[in-house]
């Protein structure tokens, strides 16, 4: 942090990445490949000092624009603003036991709070848990008795594709999709448990904290109740700020782009921050970010075959969107409509996470080619009915 703050972000993001890579290259190297617990930790520092880097980056502007103008507007980044840490600060909040294997991700800011505010000593850290916890349960007996039934390893063995009918095959990826989604549910809410039980991302309601972000809004509020105990405690708190998934939204939102928001909360925070929306070329933002996604998750090939089919998937899905949006089917029809978007979201979704769970491209296109590519077929038939019969130039603006 001592470097230059109008290119520091830039130096870490290079740096830290490349590091990555080596990381989980080691064995081309001649460097036994590390214990895999290892590896999850190295994604939560990379995370982690790369997003710290463009916390310094970035108050460093804003106080450059805020003392070249008298005139100027107070920036919004007050609530976000970090003095440069010392190297002690920074191997502090790397290796803070909080999420130091599973996340979520959170800023340096938020781990500065959490000691110089009285917020995580005046959340109900106890309730917030309970809340989060509950349906933890019900999710593992259903992944416990889903996976006992459906394992992923039959996807790998020979009986299943010789044995199997390509129907079935191709059903098999809803089981192995639900396995792969309540998986993740208990890890991801385990782990915002943990964050809740210590107070860290604990912030007044009224600022109305984001996912990753922290505090939206009323930054002056927050810098008065955080130097008030009187005002810090009457105010209701919320956990916004570590919240990592939302399954409801997950599961029954009614496209693609939706449901994804409600996934990684805090993850994607970071990448529509630092990657998508400081890209220099607006047209290749999305292609971009999927590829830093998947750079970030792994060096198997299904990250990348699962990750980055998801810009080409989407343009076409806001075709039909804006079609069917504002219809005015019979309610019957309408529902069918319903069933059927549904249907094909939990498809894309269920043929994507299995590359994500086999890893390997010889098991990846193995599984793709015994189903015939279905899913991607229909895309490229979405793109053609899209393009020829719903004509999207006369279409509204597609949803933000």
């Known amino acids: 942090m001592y470097g230059n703050k109008r290119s520091i972000h830039v130096f870490s993001f290079g740096f830290t990445f490349a590091y990555l890579i080596f990381f989980r290259t080691t064995e081309y190297f001649g460097i036994p490949y590390p214990p895999s617990h290892t590896n999850l930790i190295q994604m939560i520092l990379t995370l982690k000092l790369v997003g710290l880097a463009f916390e310094v980056h970035d108050t460093a502007m804003a106080e450059k624009v805020r003392d070249s103008s008298d005139d100027s507007p107070q920036i919004e980044v007050e609530a976000s603003r970090v003095a440069p840490p010392s190297l002690l600060d920074i191997f502090h909040y790397s290796f803070c036991y909080i999420g130091v294997l599973t996340g979520p991700y959170f800023k340096y800011r938020m781990y500065w709070d959490m000691f110089n505010s009285p917020f995580a000593e005046l959340a109900p850290c106890t309730k917030a848990t309970l809340e989060r916890i509950m349906p933890v349960p019900l999710w593992a007996g259903a992944f416990l008795l889903s996976s006992y039934v459906f394992p992923l390893k039959y996807a790998l063995s020979d009986e299943f594709y010789t044995e199997r009918s390509m129907l079935y095959r191709l059903w098999y990826l809803y089981p192995s999709f639900f396995n792969f989604r309540m998986r993740m549910y208990i890890g991801m809410r385990l782990s915002e448990c943990v964050f809740t039980m210590s107070g860290l991302g604990a912030y007044p309601a009224v600022t109305e904290p984001k996912p990753g972000q922290g505090p939206s809004t009323e930054f002056f509020t927050l810098g008065r109740i955080a130097a008030s105990p009187e005002l810090a405690q009457k105010e209701q708190y919320s956990f916004a700020a570590i919240y990592n998934i939302d399954a409801w939204g997950s599961d029954f939102q009614p496209t693609i782009r939706s449901s994804m928001k409600a996934w ?136 933000k």
């Open 264 to 399: 990684n909360m805090t993850i994607q925070h970071w990448l529509a921050v630092n990657v998508y929306k400081r890209f220099p070329v607006k047209s290749y933002r999305m292609p971009v970010t999927f590829v830093v996604s998947s750079l970030w998750h792994g060096v198997y090939a299904g990250y990348y075959l699962c990750l980055c089919s998801v810009p080409f998937y989407l343009p076409a899905e806001d075709m039909f969107y804006k079609a069917f949006r504002n219809n005015t089917l019979p309610p019957g029809v309408n529902y069918v409509w319903a069933f059927f978007r549904y249907w094909w979201k939990m498809l894309h979704f269920s043929y994507w996470s299995m590359a994500f769970s086999l890893l390997r491209i010889d098991a990846c296109l193995r599984y793709w080619s015994s189903i015939y590519f279905l899913p991607n077929i229909l895309t490229v038939v979405m793109y053609v009915i899209g393009l020829t019969i719903l004509k999207p130039s006369r279409l509204p603006t597609p949803p």
